[in-house]
């Protein structure tokens, strides 16, 4: 049995859907053919009961028989060939009318013929063999007081034979039912698995070039046609999301190709003077030192926040937790003040309380804070407004034009005026990501009287749950 399963599973797929449609096909065949031939023969079997119980043997007949048998006279009627006569008597004699076979005597006739029973009807065989259906009765010969059991019986063959020929017919019949939906399963699984083969045809190509371009054609509702949209839809994905690797790699490349190389410089020319003795000037050389301190905290910035956006955005670096905005931006605000000394904050923090990372939120609402910072002048004034959820940072800047605000949330963009200030272009793109992750949204807008205002919108609650009490 385990060999055949096995041989089973390692049928192709159509193979085995033909195999069972055939099987199935053969399974209903049989059984309708089997009911079909026992039904046949009850219904027969129940003709030749009543052919038999309607067949009254003629007075003369029996009288014949009686004379022939009994009373040593002469038969002068023959009964019908058809159907074969005999009576018997009490003691389990009979006489066989002319023209029929003897048939063998059985407790029933032989109560029918003492008066037990009325009548009979049971199978029995003839002398030489053959099986016969019988009906015996009692009868009185007309002018006598005798009782006779007369046995009338018909050959079953009749029967077989048609049975014989029909269950022919039907194992005929079947056989080619089976053949034949043996091969309509096969062209069915055939035409049914013609979009997997193009699947798999796909995959192998995929799995073979890489390349993530192909489509197959969508026919229909069925589950093929949502397996293939979904393929489709899946290298579609996966070709969007290598582009943009491709894309944030190059950019990254880009980006940190100036820090280092300001980064190198400027250790060459501390190693030369090391190597040749010819000592820098004092305030040179701070400013070098600086210069590399400054490159250094720009790589390690940059670092950080591609190891941030380089994170799928399914994957949380930490559980989601109920946090107080209000507390998480006045913490950024403390880091705020120490990169901006010369500026000044208005602020306005009502409660508020989101589901979000707090470490990630914290980072965000820095990057906001520090381009408020960056874009500030000198002695200017960075207003920060916290109300029913809605955090307003604004500066008083030189602003960002219209035809730029389409790309600010974009990774490595920066604006003209931007370019020449430090930072990667990546802060906006984590602000955009952590908000949209807590279920939020940002944008930002030019403010009245000139500057930027950046609004992000958290859904929350002015109270926290009562856990937090």
């Not at 809605?390 to 605000?405: C, K, S």
Request: aromatic share 4%; hydrophobic share 45%.
């Amino acid at each position: 049995m385990t060999s055949l399963v096995d041989r089973f599973h390692g049928l192709a797929l159509r193979s085995r859907l033909a195999l069972l449609v055939a099987t199935a096909v053969a399974i209903a065949v049989a059984a309708v053919s089997v009911a079909c031939w026992l039904l046949t023969r009850a219904q027969l079997n129940d003709e030749l009961n009543t052919t038999l119980e309607n067949t009254v043997a003629s007075e003369g007949s029996v009288q014949a028989a009686w004379d022939q048998c009994f009373s040593k006279g002469s038969a002068t009627e023959e009964y019908p060939r058809f159907a074969y006569l005999q009576i018997i008597d009490a003691a389990g004699n009979r006489c066989v009318a002319s023209g029929s076979k003897a048939v063998k005597i059985k407790s029933p006739d032989i109560a029918v013929a003492g008066g037990l029973r009325e009548s009979t009807l049971h199978d029995s065989t003839t002398d030489d063999g053959d099986a016969v259906r019988v009906h015996t009765t009692a009868q009185v010969l007309h002018g006598r007081q005798v009782v006779l059991a007369v046995s009338v019986s018909r050959p079953l063959d009749e029967i077989s034979t048609s049975l014989n020929r029909l269950a022919l017919l039907l194992s005929g019949l079947a056989g080619v039912g089976v053949l034949g939906a043996g091969a309509a399963g096969l062209w069915v699984a055939r035409a049914g698995l013609r979009p997997v083969d193009q699947l798999t045809g796909a995959v192998e190509h995929v799995a073979r070039t890489e390349d993530l371009t192909v489509r197959i054609p969508v026919e229909g509702e069925d589950e093929i046609a949502r397996l293939s949209r979904s393929f489709n839809s899946m290298t579609a994905a996966l070709a969007s999301s290598r582009d943009r690797q491709a894309r944030l790699i190059g950019d990254a490349g880009h980006e940190l190709r100036t820090p280092l190389t300001s980064l190198r410089t400027n250790i060459e020319l501390l190693a030369r003077s090391e190597q040749t003795g010819r000592e820098i000037p004092p305030a040179d050389r701070r400013a070098l030192m600086a210069s590399v301190k400054a490159q250094m905290s720009e790589l390690a910035a940059l670092i950080g926040d591609l190891q941030e956006l380089s994170r799928p955005d399914a994957v949380q670096s930490e559980p989601l937790t109920v946090v107080a905005l209000h507390e998480i931006v006045e913490s950024a605000l403390g880091r705020a003040r120490l990169r901006g000394p010369e500026l000044s904050f208005e602020t306005r923090l009502d409660p508020w309380y989101v589901r979000a990372e707090p470490s990630a939120l914290e980072r965000a609402l820095v990057n906001v804070l520090d381009n408020a910072v960056k874009f500030s002048p000198s002695g200017g004034v960075v207003e920060v407004r916290l109300t029913a959820g809605e955090l307003i940072v604004r500066d008083h800047g030189p602003g960002v034009g219209a035809d730029e605000l389409p790309h600010v949330f974009e990774r490595f963009w920066r604006s003209p005026s931007a370019r020449a200030l430090p930072g990667s272009g990546l802060g906006l793109s984590i602000v955009a990501r952590t908000v949209q992750q807590a279920g939020g949204e940002v944008k930002l807008r030019p403010a009245p009287g000139g500057g930027t205002q950046a609004v992000i919108r958290l859904p929350g609650a002015a109270h926290p749950p009562p856990s937090l009490d």
